[in-house]
């Protein structure tokens, strides 16, 4: 090989390495471009349905506790003759509501509950309400007083649609009141 053809290759070689290295060293701009408009395309559709299945799993959740705090509630007055105690929120119409304590944690303390169950969020807007009427009240019969117990609100609009409870009596229906409402110690009254 003469020293001309030997500069050509190596000059070949260079040229080759130097493209070989321009393209490991990054992305063009346009590249760049086309993958972030991709990943925001993709969290457009990706974060909405994680966003509802999150409210939908916590609306599960309430609904679970509400209904176990319903039969804690009625193995209560079972077994002691009475409903738990009510304590008056006047901020909230004067209704006990999980943000603040009370019969929750009452039921948990008599051993009905092995946990304070409450709303996941647990606030102004998302909580649960119970109230302890007292006999014949809103036209309701009954031998004894009776309680109204009671979900604020569900996030999902469709999982509040499929669970909405019933409790009403012939002067008030809680249900129009409550995603979800149940109640005990009463019956339609006439």
């Known amino acids: 090989m003469t020293k001309l053809s030997l500069g050509r290759a190596s000059l070949a070689a260079h040229t080759f390495a130097a493209r070989r290295l321009s393209k490991l060293r990054g992305f063009t701009m346009i590249e760049l471009v086309v993958v972030i408009s991709i990943l925001a395309i993709l969290s457009g559709v990706i974060v909405p349905r994680v966003q509802d299945h999150l409210k939908s799993s916590r609306d599960a959740e309430r609904l679970a506790s509400i209904k176990a705090i319903r039969v804690a509630i009625d193995q209560y007055a079972l077994d002691r003759g009475s409903y738990p105690r009510a304590e008056s929120n006047p901020d909230c119409g004067g209704w006990d509501v999980s943000h603040d304590g009370g019969f929750v944690s009452e039921l948990r303390e008599a051993g009905y509950l092995s946990d304070d169950l409450v709303d996941p969020i647990n606030d102004a807007t998302f909580h649960f309400r119970y109230f302890l009427y007292e006999k014949g009240a ?22 509040a649609n499929q669970h909405r409870g019933f409790f009403r009596c012939p002067g008030r229906n809680w249900g129009n009141e409550f995603a979800f409402v149940a109640g005990g110690g009463a019956s339609f009254g006439e």
């Open 138 to 159: 809103y036209g309701c019969t009954g031998e004894s007083p009776y309680y109204v117990l009671g979900v604020r609100n569900f996030e999902s609009f469709e999982f």
